[in-house]
């Protein structure tokens, strides 16, 4: 078992707080164990666990462990499938060049073609997967009080998570409900708010969570937890976004909080680009805020799991070579994504034996290289402690991605362009192991160069739709199958920059309002 605060395994452990409640109300318990709605907050172990809870649906949908199908957060769902990083990773990569699945049922092509609807079942978990997690919040912060100084502490995570939770929906879907731990209940029915309303929400919640000072410190004891450089990574993104939101110019706002995360956060570049997604990469000292799993502890046939094994063919020996007994054939990179990486980049992790470059099929895994960037083996070549689970975290943000954005705000207009030349530098030596693609000046790169250095950097970490869509490039770049076709297209229609709001929900909801175009 990793030497870590183990979230999950206290979640997994929470099921008296969570599921043991006696569900006739008006019933006494004949003992103290038993917990009833009346009685579950009145310590701090069970405070504890709700929010172990909270945590762990970033990672896994439920307590029962893998497969089984009771104690799931989201109730009747592929349960690898309605993993939070898992729908998120194929919002963010499958619709891109980044990324194509040969499995080709009708919803996963519909992302592979950009070509979606509000019934999409991968937009629908994921809008599902973040109400959980915003409901959950909710419950914890209706029912807790700022009572002591761990109480302070375990409100501010929640808060965070919770502002973390809409920054996605809304960079998703625009305009969606809003609820807080002051909402109705029962018939209920959530009313919709724009992004002009969810911006200053959001960057006013983070804000004063971190000017409280009660995020835990950053220590390899709270690894895995939220902290203040992690709220500022949330904000960062919240500010570059800024104008693709309509909210005007923020790169000022962005400099300066990716600033304190650089200066003051204490993350270094790892030396070896992929120790931050081997099975050990906990002990990675560039991973700002990593979504926890574990093969023993954290179980699922989402994460990690899923990103190893999807990208894995029978012909590559799975086990031996990359640590994990899964070899799904399914996600793998089409040429768009490998051409942009020059000989002697050691970013470069694909398996090229007996696979076109050119994906000129996409029913057919062989039609693309195979991504190994992901692996469940340790640093030393080890093994993972489990051959069916991944050990490896999930690198949501690190600090080559705060660099990159630092560039970028610094490109528009902010921050230090001395300061800007080193990060990049930084980034290019560790890549190459030398000085040989370092810049003297930011003017000797632009704003397509800047995009292309982020998808060499963090290809299938989940940035790459809200890159093309920030720098102007995903209705009008083309790339493999965009649109269905082996060459791609290069126009689609605007509506595609958003997800449509579920079909299901709309449905039940008579104060949302379709997005346009669905």
Known sequence: MKKRNILIAAALASGFAMESCVKDLDVEPLTPSVVTSATAWNNDTAAECFLAKIYSAFSINGQDGAGNSNGNDIIGADQGEATFTRSFWNLEELTTDEAKCSWGDEALNGLNYCNWGPTNRFIMLNYDRLYVNIAFCNEFLHSTSESDAKMQEYRAEVRVL??????????????????????????????????????????????????????????????GKVNKYVAEMILANLYINAEVFGMGNHYNDA????????????????????????????????IIFPIIFDGLYAQCYGGTTFMIGSALGKDMGALANYG?????????????????FEP?????????????????????????????????????????????????DFPFYRLADAYLLYVEATLKGAGDPVKAVNLYNQIQE????????????????????????????????????????RFGKFLTKSWAWKGGNAS???????????????????????????????
């Open 162 to 223: 919770r502002a973390f939770s809409y920054y996605i929906l809304i960079n998703f879907y625009g305009n969606i409900p809003y609820t807080d731990e002051n909402s109705g209940i029962g018939a209920y029915l959530p009313e919709q708010k724009g992004r002009s309303f969810f911006f200053p929400w959001i960057e006013s919640e983070l804000k004063d969570v971190i000017a409280s000072n009660h995020l835990p410190e950053k220590s390899a004891a709270n690894y």
């Open 255 to 286: 400099a300066s909080v990716l600033a304190d995360i650089i200066d003051n956060g204490g993350y270094v570049l790892e030396a070896n680009y992929q120790h931050n997604f081997n099975a050990d990469n906990y002990l990675s000292t560039e």
């Open 324 to 340: 994990l007994a899964q070899d799904w054939e399914g996600n793998r990179a089409p040429q768009d994504l490998s051409d942009l």
């Open 344 to 392: 002697g980049d050691s970013r470069a992790l694909f398996y090229t034996e007996d696979r076109t470059k050119e994906m000129t099929d996409n029913t057919s895994y062989k039609s693309g290289w195979s991504v190994v960037k992901f692996t469940n083996l340790n640093r030393d070549g080890s093994a993972g402690s489990n051959s069916t689970f991944a050990d490896t």
């Open 430 to 469: 560790r890549a190459f192991g030398n000085k040989s693609h370092n810049i003297g000046s930011l003017t000797e790169i632009d704003a397509d160069r800047l995009l292309d250095e982020r998808a060499r950097e963090l290809y299938w970490e989940g940035h790459r739709r809200t890159d093309l869509i």
């Open 488 to 518: 791609g297209i290069n126009s689609i229609d605007s509506k595609y920059t958003l997800f449509p709001l579920p079909s299901t929900d709309v449905s039940a909801n008579s104060n949302l309002k379709q997005n346009e175009g669905f």
